[in-house]
């Protein structure tokens, strides 16, 4: 799967776990609510200094984001 | 610190565990040396998929490369 999928997949679940709307996540990261809609749904080759924001968004560290089997594999 | 110095920084232990020049890197990750120069000294906003092609060159997966306190805090 693409890294960028695997990224807007990981996005939704914290969001959707928070209760948060992407509005809502997009307003606490301080960043365009179209961009956040586009990383969630892998269309964006985010940058790691908005994807830093998007995690603290999250309430979560960028090891606890990175800590799953969906980033275990290489490219593709 | 900066996410992109963490990045850097964590290339650069991978890198040097590996004992590759940052050009043999570079060549194997096929992305530009200027360039991995530039991420690994922290001056680059890198984004995700040329950050995956590097972590891949360095024979690594996403979620070791970021398994690691650096990557615990918050933004700063």
């Known amino acids: 799967m693409d890294?960028?999928?695997k990224i807007g997949l990981r996005i939704k679940e914290y969001r959707t776990n928070l209760k948060l709307t992407q509005e809502a996540l997009a307003f606490k990261a301080e960043?365009?609510?179209t961009y956040?809609?586009?990383v969630e749904n892998g269309k964006r080759?985010?940058?790691v200094?908005?994807?830093e924001k998007?995690?603290?968004a999250l309430d979560a560290t960028i090891r606890d984001f990175f800590?799953?089997?969906v980033?275990?594999?290489g490219i593709n």
Request: glycine share 4%; proline share 0%; charged share 35%.
């Open 3 to 5: 890294i960028r999928k």
């Open 31 to 33: 960043i365009d609510k």
């Open 36 to 38: 956040v809609n586009e």
């Open 45 to 47: 080759n985010v940058s």
């Open 49 to 51: 200094i908005n994807l």
């Open 54 to 56: 998007i995690i603290c």
């Open 67 to 69: 800590d799953s089997e």
């Open 71 to 73: 980033f275990e594999g």
